[in-house]
């Protein structure tokens, strides 16, 4: 599971990829709003038992360099 936070050209977009591949694409006009957002997501998936991986792990697992990855597991 990830979530990746994009500043674009009129917008701020999180991308969020389930675990089974799927992409959405959550657009906002305040980066406060993205990143309120964002906190939100993690917080709950946290809850469910998700725990969020190293950056560097992330990035070689999933072939990005930005954005909270999570893995099933505990804290």
Same mark, same amino acid.
């Given at each position: 599971m990830s979530c990746e936070a994009r500043e674009a050209m009129l917008w701020y977009?999180?991308?969020?990829?389930?675990?089974?591949?799927?992409?959405?694409?959550e657009r906002y006009t305040?980066? =406060? &709003?993205?990143?309120?957002?964002?906190?939100e997501l993690l917080c709950a998936w946290k809850a469910q038992g998700w725990r969020e991986l190293e950056p560097e792990a992330a990035g070689a697992a999933v072939g990005?360099? =930005? &954005?909270?990855?999570?893995?099933?597991?505990s804290a």
């Open positions: 977009e999180l991308v969020l990829t389930s675990p089974d591949g799927v992409v959405r694409v305040e980066r =406060a &709003g993205m990143l309120r957002r964002q906190h990005v360099k =930005a &954005g909270r990855h999570l893995k099933p597991g």
